[in-house]
């Protein structure tokens, strides 16, 4: 897969954005960038995924930059329930296949 | 709709046992892939298996294998079980490739544990 890399930990205010960072310079032009989660003891959560253009769903909003090389996830308003391991992906490989890294530790403080 | 069901949900083995462990997945989903969380390794991908045929495999031995069957579901299996395959076993499924975009789900998978 193409190699992602995300800061080990951040701390949030509860109430306010999220904004969790992913580096995917070596990508090419047509691979997706996916984002999970996990709470604690439970399976991934997927959260979004883009190709090129920004989305948004109700969970989160993902910026990808215009070369494609970074993205964003955000959060709009973090509360406690959101704080958990994200994982930035970009599949590469046949037979859809997720390789996660360490991820991103969120937490969410009151 | 119901998500990916993975059963059972906890279960204790003993050494040199086998154990096997069933996925549901999503309905009208043919891709049904396996991981293995430890603390020490992380979430680690197993297999996958589309309509039947296994597309992809990790870097696990022998010992660990999976089937799909007609209907999608899936079972994983592990023999000769080693204090090290105490894990959670997680099912993911997905309508198609990942490649044309499309998601994969998880389950809330399987606690094993072996003494």
């Known amino acids: 897969d193409a190699k992602t890399t995300q800061p080990p930990s951040m701390d949030c205010a509860e109430g306010r954005a999220a904004n969790l960072p992913c580096n995917h310079s070596?990508?090419?032009?047509?691979?997706?960038v996916y984002w999970y989660r996990q709470i604690h003891s439970q399976g991934p959560q997927y959260i979004i995924h883009g190709l090129k253009n920004n989305e948004t769903n109700e969970m989160a909003s993902l910026i990808i930059t215009e070369d494609r090389k970074s993205s964003t996830l955000i959060l709009p308003h973090a509360t406690l329930r959101d704080t958990a391991v994200y994982y930035c992906i970009v599949p590469m490989e046949y037979g859809n296949k997720l390789v996660f890294g360490a991820g991103t530790i969120l937490r969410v403080k009151s | 709709k119901a998500g990916v069901t993975q059963t059972p949900r906890y279960l204790i083995k003993t050494r040199g046992q086998q154990v096997t462990l069933s996925c549901s997945p999503i309905?009208?989903?043919?891709?049904v892939s396996w991981y293995q969380q430890t603390p020490g390794q992380g979430l680690q991908f197993l297999f996958e298996y589309f309509s039947e045929t296994q597309r992809n495999k990790g870097n696990f031995p022998g010992r660990f294998s999976g089937r799909q069957f007609s209907n999608s579901r899936s079972e994983m299996n592990v023999s000769t079980l080693e204090l090290g395959d105490s894990a959670l076993y997680l099912c993911a499924s997905s309508l198609g490739d990942i490649f044309s975009g499309n998601t994969i789900y998880f389950g809330e998978g399987s606690w094993l544990t072996v003494v």
């Open positions: 309905s009208g989903h043919r891709s």
């Open positions: 070596t990508i090419s032009g047509n691979e997706y």
